[in-house]
Each structure stands twice: as C-alpha cells, then as structure tokens.
Nanobody, 125 residues
Framework: DVQLVESGGGSVQAGGSLRLSCAASGYTYSSYCMGWVRQAPGKMRETIAQINTGGRNTLYSDSVKGRFTISQVVAERTIYLQLDSLKPEDSAMYYC???????????????????WGQGTQVTVS
C-alpha cells in the first residue's frame, strides 16, 4: 500500500508562509494523482491543489490560486505545498492524498482518493 507522511504545519501570522511536505512510499503504479486536501473546523474536506507524479500540470482551487504552489521532487517521492500570503481562513488540517492514474482535468473529489496521510495542522492568526 501507498503510505503518505505529511510534515511542515504550524502556527503563523497572517501574511506569513509555510511549506508542507508529503513523503510517499509504496508506489506500485507508474503514475499517481497527488492532492493536497484541507479541512477547516465544521467544514468538509476539499482538494486545494493537485499534481501528477512525474508531471508538471497542476490545478488549484480558486481559494488558494496565486498564493499556494504545489511541486514535487520525483527522485525523493516528495510532494510540497508552499503556502504564501496566508489568511486566517486558511487555518485547517492539511492532508496529502493520492490514487493511481492521472489526475482528471478538474479537481479531485474526496471520494476519489485511495490513500491518505495523517494530516498536519496549519493555524493562521
């Protein structure tokens, strides 16, 4: 099975930055759609960014477009999410999630992911 381990969360003031990491292991297919998902208190999980492993095509939700950047180091099997210009409404638990195959040309729905990390908390004050 694929295992995902997130790190890099923390507390930051509004306008600040954080970088989240997601280390993946256990890949058995040639391509995976990797997503960053967040869940704020009282709200549903939502995909905010996604990328194909080994690819460059990225997709973002409107709420983070222009402020967050998803990237990867293929050799390290690590996905990153750079969070800039953070706002209090960005406070949430952030998860890395994936499933085999290419990303669709739209944001993944929560039910489409097969594997999840444990999450890392981001708090913006």
């Amino acid at each position: 099975d694929v295992q995902l381990v997130e790190s890099g969360g923390g507390s930051v003031q509004a306008g600040g930055s954080l970088r989240l990491s997601c280390a993946a292991s256990g890949y058995t297919y040639s391509s995976y759609c990797m997503g960053w998902v967040r869940q704020a208190p009282g709200k549903m999980r939502e995909t905010i960014a996604q990328i194909n492993t080994g690819g460059r095509n990225t997709l973002y939700s409107d709420s983070v477009k222009g402020r967050f950047t998803i990237s990867q180091v293929v050799a390290e099997r690590t996905i990153y999410l750079q969070l800039d210009s953070l706002k209090p409404e960005d406070s949430a638990m952030y998860y890395c999630a994936t499933r085999s195959g290419f990303c669709p040309e739209r944001l993944m729905t929560i039910g489409e992911y097969f594997y999840w990390g444990q999450g890392t908390q981001v708090t913006v004050s």
